[in-house]
Nanobody, 115 residues
């Protein structure tokens, strides 16, 4: 069993940066890859970034060039560096992990982009 905890959210001005972290505890050796999703108020949860089995990372077009995802499966950690933030990036950000084919989610961390 794996438990995920996100951190690093907060209030930031448009154009600013934040770095979100995700830490896994438990059987981290069972984690195949990490992903980041977000859910804006009144909207469906949306894919942000995902590390593939071959090590490449896919990004949603809305964040490509602004967000950078890094993961260390051996340490059970993942991070999402977010630059040039926009008001549209306001959402709760969730980390997930593929654990033996089952997706496990963290509780989320809130990011608000506002002047």
């Amino acid at each position: 069993q794996v438990h995920l905890v996100e951190s690093g959210g907060g209030l930031v001005q448009p154009g600013g940066s934040l770095r979100l972290s995700c830490t896994a505890t438990g059987d981290i050796s069972a984690i195949a890859n990490f992903g980041w999703y977000r859910q804006a108020p009144g909207k469906m949860r949306q894919f942000v970034a995902l590390t593939l089995n071959d090590g490449r990372t896919n990004y949603h077009t809305a964040v490509m060039g602004r967000f950078t995802m890094d993961s260390d499966r051996g340490k059970g950690t993942s991070s999402l560096r977010m630059n040039k933030l926009k008001s549209d990036d306001t959402a709760i950000y969730y980390c997930n992990a593929d654990v033996n084919g089952k997706i496990t989610w963290g509780q989320g961390t809130k990011v608000t982009v506002s002047a």
